[in-house]
């Protein structure tokens, strides 16, 4: 189990192979919550899941038993920080990539996105500068990222990032198999020269 391999919680993404009634999801995160010790992270992702409840449906999971938080992964920013206001005890995490300043600023604990296992420190110094006001060195970090975010759609998205991870980490595991086209070399250069300009700028900021 989770606990027995000495993880600190859970997070669980919405069932999204069928389609099921927001009555049948919330029953499916109580369940998980029962079964246990862990504390539990609820998801919302609706650019994934196809599933975009309301912000009433959402705090229902957050009042749920055993749950700590939520990742809400959706540019509505609105909606996310008026969960933090109705929530001020739960750990709400961002995890658009592309508003992460944004994210951090409309009051979100933390933040998870899928380039930050390339771009830890990048995204490590936008999340230190909004908490210290510096909006200017902020909103520098951000423009870097989302050079690399829109690098790496023209490459192919997430079948172009897995190919640079274990290219540049060694995860040969996160390479892609069939179907779908492999991103070309010159495509995987191009992303590397972004990558490698993101590091940069993180390197260069306060």
């Given at each position: 189990?989770a606990?027995e391999?000495g993880?600190?919680?859970?997070?669980?993404?919405p069932?999204?192979?069928?389609?099921?009634?927001?009555e049948?999801l919330?029953?499916?995160?109580?369940?998980?919550?029962?079964?246990?010790?862990?504390?539990?992270?609820?998801?919302?992702i609706p650019?994934?899941?196809?599933y975009?409840?309301?912000?009433k449906q959402?705090?229902?999971?957050l009042?749920l038993?055993?749950?700590?938080?939520?990742k809400f992964?959706?540019?509505?920013?609105?909606?996310m920080e008026?969960l933090?206001?109705?929530h001020?005890e739960?750990v709400?995490?961002h995890?658009?990539d592309?508003?992460?300043?944004?994210?951090?600023?409309a009051?979100?604990?933390g933040?998870?996105?899928t380039?930050?296992?390339?771009l830890?420190?990048?995204?490590l110094k936008?999340?230190?500068?909004?908490r210290?006001?510096?909006?200017?060195?902020?909103?520098n970090?951000?423009?870097?990222l989302n050079?690399f975010i829109?690098?790496l759609?023209?490459?192919g998205g997430?079948?172009?990032?897995?190919a640079?991870?274990?290219a540049?980490?060694?995860?040969?595991?996160a390479?892609?198999?069939a179907?779908?086209a492999t991103?070309s070399?010159?495509?995987?250069?191009?992303l590397?020269e972004?990558?490698?300009s993101?590091l940069?700028t993180?390197?260069?900021?306060p």
């Amino acid at each position: 189990s989770a606990s027995e391999a000495g993880c600190d919680a859970i997070a669980a993404l919405p069932p999204h192979g069928g389609r099921y009634a927001y009555e049948e999801l919330t029953e499916y995160y109580a369940t998980l919550a029962r079964a246990t010790p862990l504390p539990l992270f609820v998801y919302h992702i609706p650019e994934i899941s196809g599933y975009d409840f309301t912000r009433k449906q959402l705090s229902q999971w957050l009042k749920l038993p055993n749950v700590l938080g939520m990742k809400f992964t959706s540019f509505d920013l609105f909606r996310m920080e008026r969960l933090i206001t109705l929530h001020p005890e739960k750990v709400i995490l961002h995890g658009a990539d592309q508003m992460l300043m944004h994210g951090i600023a409309a009051g979100a604990c933390g933040a998870i996105g899928t380039t930050y296992n390339l771009l830890g420190p990048l995204a490590l110094k936008i999340y230190k500068a909004v908490r210290n006001g510096d909006l200017l060195s902020a909103r520098n970090g951000q423009g870097a990222l989302n050079d690399f975010i829109e690098q790496l759609a023209a490459a192919g998205g997430l079948r172009a990032f897995k190919a640079l991870a274990a290219a540049r980490l060694g995860w040969a595991s996160a390479a892609s198999p069939a179907p779908g086209a492999t991103p070309s070399i010159e495509k995987l250069g191009q992303l590397q020269e972004r990558l490698a300009s993101a590091l940069e700028t993180a390197r260069t900021m306060p």
